[in-house]
């Protein structure tokens, strides 16, 4: 892989490049499911190509080949830098780079037990009897239980002489539980919605979700829902799983602290951002309890490496500091109209992508509260748990999300089980009302697997690290 890197950005150069970066990178991916005592899929998915990046003339070329032999890696290299001399014939301004240190060496994903050596008759075993106890609770008319694994070898080489090589592992799995009646369908997923949890570890994240022990549960409240009363409406007390806190960040954080979202570079696919570099410092985003983070060296976040697709090391980003924003993520391109250096979260989805600001592990740092304190000490509210949809605008700033549990609270205890919550705010004044955080022992990691950008489209996996929390005079009503 090192010597296909360099043949690539050698011959970049060599056709009048200023600078040229190259990535390699091998993925596969193993993924199964079972769904209502059947295998519905196991499937292997193997890959490999490389993307090379030049600046000719100020401006950037792209181009891909999954082909790596000399005359195809040379032909990628030298369409590169054609398509950067063509796109200097209309840039605004020439391409700048923040500095950056050469970066060297390796990093390979934390585990205890590599997913890829797990058999898969282990894996299926799990899986069978996580949806046989699903489908044992009456009432369950559709279930499933899946798993998926990814490992990606990926190597980094450039023109300034960085030269990185790095193996990252996911594992991931969930299910979902499904009832019915006449006028209604309930879902209840575990640990996560949409399709799964997701963490960069190895098998040990797997046997540590419990899917086959929290099964029963799960596919019970899903029938409960069935008959539980629609969630009260009004302006209540609000207290999140950390489920629903991280996806919260996820839209209405991570989202607007991308620095291209904020200059109006990513303004296509899902808008731009609230968050302008005038209120650095001085605005207040959210309350003294709230501090967020973006800290790609989060263990085991679905956002955790070692360098990104630039070459920049993992470190910690503060994007709000109780309360105040402080930061953004941000790239070698972007940093530099400002001054600063990179903040390292520069992401490709695959080798035929180009490299755009994503999320890495975009954090609520935890607070000194508990969620046993946060229901005893709250009059009347509902607590929310696990995603059902979101709603956010083209700034960030107005959303509604809701979720497949709620629970209503009276007097410190939990009263009910209420379906179809949804809740509605404005980013600032939501964070705001904010007035606890769980602490360390109920914080913990969460991926999420399908967050879209860019065009042509991406898809990656980011991290959040969440805890529950808690927020006052939130606007809360059932849907139809």
Not at 30 to 45: H, I, L, P
């Amino acid at each position: 892989m090192k010597e296909i890197a360099e043949l690539a950005i050698d011959v970049a150069v060599s056709g009048g490049a200023t600078y040229a970066d190259c990535r390699v990178v091998q993925r596969g991916i193993q993924a199964m499911t079972v769904k209502d005592g059947r295998f519905a899929e196991v499937s292997s998915f193997e890959d490999e190509g490389m993307g090379i990046r030049a600046i000719v003339d100020g401006a950037w070329g792209f181009a891909s080949v999954d082909r790596l032999d000399s005359d195809s890696l040379g032909d990628a290299a030298r369409l590169a830098c054609r398509i950067a001399r063509a796109s200097a014939r209309l840039r605004r301004q020439p391409v700048r780079l923040a500095p950056a240190p050469v970066a060297t060496g390796g990093y390979v994903t934390p585990m205890e037990r590599d997913p890829f050596e797990v058999s898969l008759g282990e894996k299926m075993d799990l899986l069978i009897r996580a949806d046989e106890a699903m489908g044992a609770v009456a009432g369950v008319t559709t279930h499933e239980a899946s798993l998926e694994f990814v490992r990606e070898h990926r190597l980094f080489a450039s023109s300034e002489g960085s030269l990185v090589d790095q193996v990252i592992v996911e594992s991931g799995g969930g299910m979902d539980a499904t009832a019915t009646s006449d006028d209604d369908v309930q879902t209840r997923s575990f640990p996560n919605s949409f399709g799964r949890h997701q963490l960069c570890a190895g098998y040990e994240a797997i046997a540590a979700m419990d899917l086959a022990g929290n099964a029963s549960r799960i596919a019970a409240e899903a029938v409960a829902l069935l008959s539980a009363p629609p969630c009260p409406s009004g302006r209540t007390t609000v207290i999140l799983d950390g489920t629903q806190a991280a996806l919260q960040v996820h839209e209405s954080c991570g989202h607007p602290t991308e620095l291209d979202r904020v200059r109006g570079d990513e303004a296509a696919y899902a808008g731009t951002s609230f968050l302008t570099p005038d209120l650095l410092g001085r605005f207040r985003y959210g309350s003294e309890q709230v501090t967020i983070t973006a800290d790609a060296t989060t263990p085991g976040g679905l956002g955790t490496y070692g360098w990104d697709d630039e070459g920049v090391a993992a470190q910690r980003t503060v994007l709000v500091d109780r309360g105040v924003f402080r930061g953004y993520m941000s790239s070698r391109e972007t940093a530099a109209d400002y001054g600063w250096t990179s903040s390292g979260a520069m992401r490709a989805e695959s080798w035929n992508r180009i490299p755009l600001i994503r999320m890495t592990n975009v954090n609520l740092e935890p607070g000194e509260s508990s969620l046993e304190e946060m229901i005893a000490t709250t009059e009347h509210g509902v607590y929310l748990e696990t995603n059902r949809s979101w709603s956010i605008d083209d700034r960030r700033l107005n959303f509604q999300f809701g979720t497949q549990n709620g629970w209503e609270i009276r007097d410190g205890k939990r009263l009910r089980l209420v379906k179809n919550a949804l809740y509605a705010g404005r980013t600032p004044e939501f964070w705001r009302s904010c007035d606890a955080v769980a602490g360390p022992s109920e914080w913990r990691p969460w991926g999420i697997v399908n967050c879209g950008k860019g065009q042509p489209g991406q898809v990656i996996h980011v991290g959040h690290g969440a805890a529950p929390c808690r927020f006052r005079g939130v606007s809360v009503r059932a849907s139809s």
